[in-house]
């Protein structure tokens, strides 16, 4: 682990990465990952011709509504790792949020499922072993070797500019890296392709940790980064990277938040905007870093800066008053009726409370109750619903997960709000690039969508 502590210090030798040229010799767990992975994908392969046979079967009618207002719940493309149910939330490889956080492996003493076991499961449909993922751990520590030059080109940017346009500019500069890239232009064949994006994978995934935190630190500190630390978890170390605090539990946080985000199926912004760069066969980085792009946006990632925002803002508003259920209620028909949002309350999709919201409030009932924000956040979560069900405004008056992030981030010491976004590519890494090797094992197409302009829809919706 010599190496990673050279990366933390940013003294790397030239070129010190071994992603610069084909690995000669995958290791044993990698080799276990790929052993797992390999019948899963024939049995898939399989169940996609035989899906084909049925090709004209009609799975789903269009309407013009679903047309304009961005293809909300049109059935219309494939992804292998995960399922949202409107009234279950999500589900990674059929199971729970709440079944994984029971079942996957967890930290000494942690009670938070581990996200690369939660990526182990998302690959291979399977819940691996302490010993398997005490190995994959290790596996990401060692591609978690950063060049340098992509360091200097982070540190030559603003130190203004948002840590989501750096971290997406980070994947771009570590393209050169790409073995499936390499591989492309040398001739691989297709059966490969899933192989050489594997790698990526799981190359992207130990170094955005480390792109992450040299962002934070130049963002908000003196650029200096607490030394990577091999003998954590993934997750634990990222935390330790950020430096905010010293406080165990915040690592543990961290391993929950980051578990909750992995994945999410394919049809939000960021995991389509991935795949659909992804069906070019443009590589992982290429690929997550348009998904980035679409991540920053205020409807998507940036939301639970947004909602930080609004909770600090009612804080403010009501300094000095009782924070109850009564009061929130009359603040909030206050805020509505002056023509704004509450922000965290609804969801595209589900129709019930998001269950990553409430993972996030269990833990923080058993760590935070006696935090001041939370007691806004519970009052928000008793008095909100039933308001805004009574006024119709929105299908799903429960609060989604971003509802509660922020209120955990700043009770830890973590409050600079532009770089929660961050946080969250972190742990989707997890999920897309998943996603991107299944898309390449079982050979999805470029993907191509048919629009119209308005007019020709108007010819067949408002015919006479």
């Not at 898939?44 to 207002?69: F, H, P, R, S």
């Not at 634990?236 to 539990?249: F, K, S």
């Amino acid at each position: 682990m010599e190496r990673i502590a050279r990366i933390a210090a940013h003294v790397t030798a030239p070129n010190p990465s071994p992603l610069t040229a084909m690995p000669t010799a995958s290791s044993p767990i990698v080799e276990t990952l790929k052993a797992k992975m390999k019948p899963l994908i024939a049995e898939k392969i399989k169940l996609k011709a035989d899906l084909l046979k049925a090709g004209e079967t009609k799975i789903a009618d269009l309407t013009v509504e679903q047309c304009i207002n961005g293809a909300r719940s049109v059935k219309c493309m494939v992804t292998e790792t995960s399922d949202l149910d409107a009234m279950k939330g999500i589900a990674y490889r059929g199971l729970s949020l709440y079944d994984c956080n029971k079942q996957l492996p967890k930290a000494p003493g942690g009670e938070a499922g581990l996200p690369e076991a939660a990526f182990w499961l998302l690959l291979t449909g399977e819940v691996p072993s302490e010993a398997e993922t005490k190995a994959f751990t290790e596996e990401l520590h060692r591609r978690a070797v950063v060049p340098q030059y992509a360091l200097t080109i982070i540190d030559g940017l603003p130190k203004d500019m948002h840590p989501m346009t750096q971290i997406s500019t980070a994947m771009l500069a570590l393209q050169k890296e790409s073995i499936f890239a390499k591989m492309y232009d040398q001739g691989m064949k297709k059966g490969e392709y899933w192989e050489y994006a594997l790698e990526d994978a799981l190359n992207l995934t130990a170094q955005i940790p480390i792109m992450a935190a040299k962002i934070f630190a130049n963002v908000f500190k003196n650029g200096s980064v607490p030394a990577y630390d091999s003998k954590l978890d993934w997750a634990a170390n990222y935390a330790q990277m950020l430096g905010v605090t010293d406080d165990p539990m915040f690592k543990e946080a961290t391993r929950l938040y980051l578990m909750l985000h992995a994945d999410h199926e394919g049809g939000n912004v960021s995991a389509h905007t991935t795949h659909l760069v992804g069906s070019a066969l443009s590589d992982p980085y290429y690929s997550w870093a348009a998904g980035l792009c679409g991540l920053a946006g205020p409807l998507h990632g940036l939301a639970n800066q947004e909602c930080l925002a609004w909770l600090l803002q009612v804080q403010k508003d009501m300094a000095g008053q009782e924070i109850t259920e009564k009061s929130i209620t009359e603040y909030a028909k206050k805020t509505l009726a002056e023509g704004k949002v509450i922000p965290g309350f609804g969801h595209a999709v589900l129709r019930n409370t998001d269950p990553r919201y409430m993972l996030e409030r269990e833990f923080a009932l058993k760590h935070h109750s006696a935090d001041p924000l939370f007691k806004l956040v519970d009052a928000c979560f008793k008095a909100l619903p039933p308001l805004l069900e009574s006024l119709g405004k929105v299908k799903n008056p429960n609060p989604n997960v971003d509802a509660h992030s922020g209120q955990i981030m700043t009770f830890y010491g973590l409050t600079q709000q532009n770089y929660y976004t961050v946080i969250f590519p972190v742990s989707r890494t997890l999920g897309v690039m998943a996603q991107y090797v299944w898309s390449r094992a079982i050979g999805l197409p470029i993907e191509r969508p048919k629009s119209v302009p308005l007019d020709v829809l108007a010819k067949t919706a408002l015919k006479k």
